[in-house]
């Protein structure tokens, strides 16, 4: 039994090695995704998990080619309540979930970098469950804010539970950024040069 659940924490350690959310279809993967929280309801509150699934950060320079019909028009809510559409073509975008521990180490690396990046990113908030209030959200966005020392990024929120799989469908977080004549998108946690090379 022990050695079932070893090789159990063992796999998932190894599919969350540098971001929160499923890689692929299979149903392994899947379940993989479940038991890391992407499909799971959160407690309404902000907990700082910067401590937890701390693997590293990636070194690799691997974005994917991003879908303009995708990324051209994602619509928001702002703080105040206002809609809002973004496209990635004018801005980087920023997916992130307020429990996913990458996300939370990737906001506190870009607020320790922001001097160096010459385009910041919109950060969509999304990962919430069904029937959060933007109020709640945005409560939740000024903890986080406050408790890890966030620089003041612009942030916005998409409160449909299905964003996270529309928008960052290998999980958070996940950085959506023209480059060249292409959309490109970045997913998991990485070394503060890729971040960089991403937003210049």
Not at 58 to 78: E, H, Q
Not at 168 to 174: D, H, I, Q, S
Not at 182 to 187: R, T
Request: glycine residues 8%; hydrophobic residues 40%; charged residues 20%.
């Amino acid at each position: 039994m022990r050695r079932t659940w070893t090789w159990m924490l063992v796999s998932l350690v190894a599919v969350l090695a540098v971001g929160c959310g499923a890689i692929g279809q299979s149903a392994a993967r899947e379940q993989a995704a479940k038991s890391s929280g992407r499909d799971r309801a959160h407690p309404l509150v902000f907990q700082n998990l910067t401590g937890a699934m701390n693997e590293g950060q990636d070194p690799r320079w691997d974005p994917r080619p991003a879908s303009s019909g995708l990324y051209g028009a994602v619509t928001v809510w702002t703080a105040s309540g206002r809609q809002e559409v973004l496209t990635a073509d004018r801005q980087p975008l920023l997916f992130a979930a307020y429990w996913c521990p990458h996300c939370q180490r990737t906001l506190q690396l870009l607020t320790s970098i922001r001097h160096r990046l010459k385009r910041m990113p919109v950060i969509v908030n999304v990962g919430y469950p069904a029937g959060t209030s933007l109020q709640t959200a945005v409560r939740i966005a000024r903890e986080e804010d406050a408790a890890l020392h966030l620089a003041p990024f612009e942030e916005v929120f998409i409160l449909t539970p299905s964003a996270g799989d529309r928008y960052a469908p290998l999980g958070y977080p996940t950085l959506v950024f023209r480059q060249g004549n292409a959309l490109w998108s970045l997913y998991g946690e990485h070394r503060a040069e890729i971040w960089i090379r991403a937003l210049s």
